[in-house]
């Protein structure tokens, strides 16, 4: 798209004049994405100190441009239309691209700085956000960290529109636009209501189905997982009830309404990790397999680089306590 001033050019774009295309200025983009993030143009304009008509003008000359209307206007304030959904994940990715390519330009070229948005799965984040925090802000003072929670499929997804620049993910799908790096490999295990007598300490993948399941909707990597494994020996899952929150999953199965498909260190350290019994799923084993992912398509910073470095280093002693 055609950029006016403050904007970064195409590369290849025709001369001012020249193009008929529409034209979107980035400040229509930083208020667009402020106005849904904040829930209306009020709370907009004082966050940004911009008077409330400045900002509407801006939202209505990017409406025209692109002739979709993004925001549904209403008396509590003003939510994106199906197609501001869609604009909003591209607009984040640009406005970070091009915070990203000033600090970059502004700072020297092999020094530590900037900023670096880490994506990670709540499962993962839980344990592995503090540690890496900590020793992000001791050895890197001069850098930004923002980390961010999604599903893998989420994350898969900001990292292609440049919301992300590192993700760690469960089973990652080869991708032309994806680098990916393994990390870890957790053993999965069918976790159920510790029995009164001798229970086995393993299950075979084909007697699966014969478990009612409490697992988490699709696209969830475990889900997934566990349908295509399944599918590879023509069977389906026994699911009797969706639920995407692991707390959640585990008080039912302790309550005696299903079995759940997770690590053995979901069992650590909760309430209810006493009355429950993990059997090891095998023949085939079913693993989860955690990896790093960074774009193929834009050059790691080294701030992004340093980044990587210590989440492979943390990540281990992080999963083992999840």
């Not at 592995?128 to 980390?147: H, N």
């Not at 957790?186 to 014969?210: F, N």
């Not at 389906?236 to 969706?242: D, L, T």
Request: charged content about 20%; proline content about 8%.
């Amino acid at each position: 798209m055609p950029v006016r001033h403050g904007q970064l050019p195409e590369a290849g774009g025709q001369g001012i004049g020249e193009s008929t295309k529409p034209s979107v200025d980035l400040k229509q983009l930083e208020y667009f994405v402020n106005v849904v993030d904040l829930g209306g143009f009020s709370r907009a304009g004082r966050v940004l100190g911009i008077a409330q008509p400045a900002i509407s003008r801006q939202i209505r000359r990017l409406e025209v441009e692109l002739r979709q209307s993004l925001l549904q206007r209403n008396g509590r304030g003003a939510v994106p239309t199906e197609a501001g959904k869609r604009l909003l994940d591209h607009a984040r990715g640009i406005l970070q691209q091009v915070d990203r390519a000033r600090r970059e330009v502004d700072e020297a070229k092999d020094a530590p700085v900037g900023n670096v948005v880490v994506g990670l799965p709540p499962t993962v984040a839980r344990h592995l956000t503090l540690p890496v925090v900590r020793e992000f802000r001791q050895r890197y003072p001069g850098g930004s960290l923002a980390i961010v929670e999604g599903l893998s499929t989420t994350i898969h997804e900001w990292l292609l529109v440049g919301r992300v620049d590192v993700g760690i993910v469960y089973n990652a799908v080869p991708s032309p636009g994806i680098d990916v790096r393994p990390l870890v490999e957790e053993q999965l295990c069918l976790i159920s209501r510790r029995p009164k007598s001798r229970a086995a300490r393993t299950l075979k993948l084909s007697k699966l189905p014969h478990h009612p399941l409490i697992i988490p909707s699709r696209p969830h990597a475990i889900r997934m997982l566990v349908e295509t494994q399944l599918a590879v020996l023509g069977l389906r899952p026994n699911v009797v009830m969706e639920i995407d929150a692991v707390p959640a999953i585990l008080e039912l199965v302790a309550e005696g309404h299903g079995n759940a498909v997770l690590s053995p260190q979901a069992l650590v350290n909760v309430d209810v990790g006493r009355v429950l019994h993990a059997r090891a799923i095998v023949q085939p084993r079913l693993v989860s397999k955690l990896a790093l992912v960074t774009s193929a398509q834009r050059p790691s910073t080294p701030l992004q680089q340093r980044t990587i470095e210590l989440i492979e280093r943390l990540i281990g002693p992080a999963v083992a306590a999840s």
